[in-house]
């Protein structure tokens, strides 16, 4: 182990020990820092329990990041939710509120098996077949997500007013981390919030649904990870979302859409998609802008330079936006 992970394993043993005793955890094998994701951080543990060795995933909750404010305690309750009601996420196991043992509150939870594909994989364009197999598994999951039943969620809001509730998230982070001013960005907050659409259906969105976020087994989804963005709006947001920020070989577009429509029922209004593509791209943006704002301000969590990149390549998403923004207008 690393000097930083091997120095929390005493006291997470200690912690699980008196906190968790249904787990069994007689000794903490090994801590491994994973470099992916860009809010709370995650890390592999290897454990020796009662019943033999585990691994874990341990996702403690930053005091800064890009996409603040942070809960690791309502990511708890929606992962035990939406795995109790049968989709692939993460089993939890522990919630830990003492963020002493290991600098931040976190939340222990079972080790999904599989691959990663990014949106770039060779392996996704050397073979069409794979690939096809994984886009129909890719909108077959989201169909999923969408139709699980609101009562089994954590309280949210109604979600009617989602679309208006996301912009001005989006203002108040901009404020916050605006390093020299956006005018751009300003007036397409203008727009989206003067032109907000009431949802027409109110659903389960994972709000971060692309090729990076699932784990695969046999091109079969096995895990759906990093729900922290997760919240209840209108299902079209997910959808702008693979066709802007989370872009790929999946995008749910054209045939994809079709059957997206042909599994929910949900007919996908090509009159508001620009409206959501819009929103997305600005969320996008204003995260990208987050980072650049954590590095500037000393920040050394080098996973923010991934973000930091969108506001370094300032005018082609300044572009971008405004397309979108053209593009909504003119609908």
Aim: charged residues 25%; hydrophobic residues 40%.
């Amino acid at each position: 182990m690393a000097e930083v992970t091997a120095s929390m394993a005493a006291p997470l043993e200690k912690a699980l020990k008196a906190g968790a005793p249904q787990l069994g955890v007689e000794r903490i094998l090994s801590i491994e820092r994973f470099t992916s994701g860009l809010s709370s951080q995650s890390y592999g543990v290897d454990a020796e329990t009662a019943e033999g060795p585990i691994r874990w995933v341990m996702r403690v909750e930053p005091e800064h990041g890009v996409i603040p404010p942070y809960d690791i305690a309502r990511e708890y309750r929606l992962l035990r939710a939406v795995h109790e009601a049968g989709l692939p996420a993460p089993e939890v196991v522990h919630l830990e509120e003492d963020p002493s043992v290991v600098g931040g509150r976190f939340i222990l939870m079972s080790f999904v098996e599989g691959v990663i594909f990014r949106s770039m994989d060779p392996r996704l364009q050397e073979d069409p077949e794979l690939l096809a197999t994984m886009q129909q598994q890719f909108v077959q999951m989201l169909a999923r997500i969408h139709a699980t039943p609101q009562k089994v969620l954590p309280s949210y809001s109604t979600g009617e007013e989602a679309a208006r509730g996301e912009v001005a998230i989006c203002r108040r982070r901009l404020l916050e981390t605006e390093l020299l001013p956006s005018p751009i960005l300003r007036h397409a907050l203008d727009v989206l919030d003067t032109h907000a659409p009431p949802a027409q259906r109110i659903c389960l969105l994972h709000g971060d649904y692309r090729l990076p976020n699932l784990m695969w087994k046999d091109a079969v989804i096995s895990g759906v990870l990093d729900w922290e963005l997760a919240r209840v709006g209108d299902p079209l947001s997910d959808l702008a979302f693979t066709q802007t920020i989370g872009r790929g070989p999946c995008s749910i577009e054209g045939e994809l859409a079709t059957r997206y429509t042909e599994l929910t029922g949900i007919e996908v209004d090509e009159r508001l998609m620009p409206y959501y593509r819009l929103l997305e791209m600005v969320k996008g943006t204003v995260i990208g802008l987050a980072g650049a704002y954590d590095l500037a301000h000393g920040g050394t969590d080098l996973r923010l330079l991934s973000v930091a990149r969108i506001a370094a390549s300032g005018q082609a998403i300044m572009g971008g936006l405004e397309k979108q923004l053209e593009e909504y207008l003119e609908a």
